[in-house]
């Protein structure tokens, strides 16, 4: 266990300070933008953007994946094996996404208090009546993507550049396939049927009012199936 | 049993087998060389004995324990890659701090009087060091660390004459104080002959031979002389090569010296282990 808090101290004290400079920096730029269109117009109103989570997201993706080959080689380096490595990886993804999510959640309520016309992701879609769920709903949704990019960038590595582009391809004709699908082949009480399943388990049930289990559960499996998808390819993952 | 068993390892890279059902042993407490050409399966079979590549077939012990994805061979095994797989954008001070996290039996002091003997700056990041001082420092981690068995994957990349004698200063001294086996898997052979005690020779994936060094030095020798002097003297003997120079011939033997005929012109001469090593290989190649 000593040896497993080391590497989960690790993998989160290395990247902690990555989080306060992408918001210094994401503030910065919402701010300079916001100056730079207030004296552009002369004024303050209708300025700033919505959802910054999207950013967020992007960010959390990105130190997720990006930090896998780093961290897996120093782990390895180190004699770590590759189920360790792993739940130092989860560890992290829960903190990152942990901290990320609570300042989200904070920041979009003060900024919805100050200026109501600003929504954030969760506020857009669900309101602003619990805090707590709030947190945990962005929570599970950047450990989704975290898992999601965990995964790629995992089977990236394993089947190599090539065979990573032709799978690329592969499921961008299967997007559009599926479109096809639910356009011109499947009857429309069948995609019907499917959208109301989707934004069931998205909590919206169809007489107007919001499960937030729903949602929670739906990302919980998500993220569980892409965990044991990332698991069963790291633990046959080798050194490059 | 006190060793690292490779037991029938194979290892295949698409149509390129890298290892062939490999077996042997390095036992604990000797310093052994393992050496081989390049592409010959060197850091082949060390990544799978370090758990970062996986073998086809066959298995690693550790002391008994199977090294594949087991903690348990974590205080017993490091293993000094001659690639960079340290995070780059630490500053070397805090990588000696994070492995004394890692590692029950690493030395924190050791590795900062290390480092002040080398002359390295631990106030550095590690992709601002030089690739010389990049292998110090992979060197002084190595050093620090109070493990059963040691691998050192070309150890002495990149250092110069002065770094390379304190390296081998360091090793031999930490080797007389500590139960351990060092394994220096390395190109320059010469210069590594009067420390190892033992050799294994890999070549295209197979074992040529594991023999103490002092046999090898004892029992590989040159015979020189007029062509048909060399060849009847060879006949029948393990000659692992020849060099030819106009009408002299040199002939490289393995086994007990034989006395020289009466009169002959032959000299008998020993042989170094570099040249035991290219024509073993050079054999393994023809």
């Known amino acids: 266990m000593k040896k497993l808090k080391a590497a989960i101290q690790y993998e989160c004290m290395t990247s902690f300070k990555y989080i306060w400079y992408f918001y210094a920096i994401q503030y910065a730029i919402v701010l300079l933008i916001s100056l730079i269109v207030a004296i552009g117009t002369g004024s303050f109103d209708n300025i700033g953007s919505n959802c910054l989570e999207i950013n967020s997201l992007i960010f959390v993706g990105i130190l997720g994946a990006l930090g896998y080959r780093e961290d897996f080689r120093m782990l390895i380096q180190n004699g770590f094996t590759r189920k360790y490595i792993f739940i130092a990886t989860v560890s992290l993804y829960l903190f990152i996404s942990g901290i990320m999510a609570l300042v989200d959640t904070i920041m979009g309520n003060v900024l919805h208090a100050v200026r109501p016309d600003y929504f954030s992701l969760y506020g857009a879609l669900y309101g602003y009546h ?111 | ?33 393992f050496l081989g050409r390049n592409g010959a399966g060197k850091s082949t079979l060390i990544n799978i004995i370090a758990n970062r590549i996986f073998a086809d077939e066959g298995e690693v012990l550790v002391d008994g324990i199977p090294a594949r994805e087991n903690m348990l061979v974590h205080e017993k095994l490091f293993c000094m890659s001659e690639a960079d797989l340290y995070e780059k954008n630490l500053k070397v001070k805090d990588h000696f701090k994070w492995m004394q996290r890692f590692y029950d039996c690493f030395d924190l002091d050791k590795a900062f009087q290390t480092a002040e003997k080398f ?108 062509a048909q002097d060399v060849d009847d003297y060879c006949r029948g003997k393990n000659v692992i090569g020849y060099d030819e120079l106009g009408s002299l011939k040199l002939a490289y033997l393995l086994g007990e010296k034989a006395q020289l005929p009466q009169g002959s012109h032959l000299q008998i001469s020993p042989m170094n282990l570099q040249k035991l090593f290219v024509k073993l290989t050079e054999k393994g190649g023809n």
């Open chain 2, 119 to 226: 002359e390295l700056d631990v106030n550095q990041k590690f992709k601002a060091l030089s690739k010389g001082y990049q292998s110090i420092f992979k060197l002084i981690a190595a050093l620090s660390l109070n493990v059963r068995y040691v691998i050192f994957d070309e150890p002495v990349l990149g250092l110069d004459a002065n770094h390379r004698e304190l390296f081998y200063d360091l090793l031999l001294r930490d080797f007389e104080t500590r139960e351990q086996t060092i394994i220096i898997a390395t190109h320059l052979i010469e210069e590594v002959a009067n420390i190892i005690e033992e050799v294994v020779l890999i070549d295209k994936g197979k074992v040529l031979l594991q023999e103490s060094t002092d046999t090898l030095l004892e029992t590989g020798y040159c015979i020189s002389g007029l």
């Open chain 1, 130 to 240: 619990n805090v707590l769920i709030n947190w945990l709903w962005l929570f599970l949704v950047y450990m989704a993507v975290c898992f999601l990019l965990y995964l790629m960038i995992l089977v990236i590595n394993r089947i190599g550049k090539t065979a990573s582009v032709c799978l690329g391809v592969a499921l961008g004709g299967c997007v559009l396939l599926v479109f096809a699908l639910f356009r011109f082949v499947l009857p429309g009480r069948t995609v019907a049927a499917i959208a109301e399943f989707a934004r069931n388990a998205m909590g919206f049930m169809g007489d107007g009012t919001v499960y937030h289990a729903f949602p929670v559960l739906t990302l919980l499996l998500l993220g569980g199936i892409l965990g044991i998808g990332s698991f069963a390819i790291i633990r046959r993952t080798e050194l490059k």
């Open chain 2, 1 to 33: 049993m006190n060793a690292i068993q490779i037991k029938n390892v194979t290892k295949r890279y698409h149509d390129v087998t890298a290892l062939d059902h490999v077996s042997f042993s390095f036992a604990f407490g000797k310093i052994y060389g």
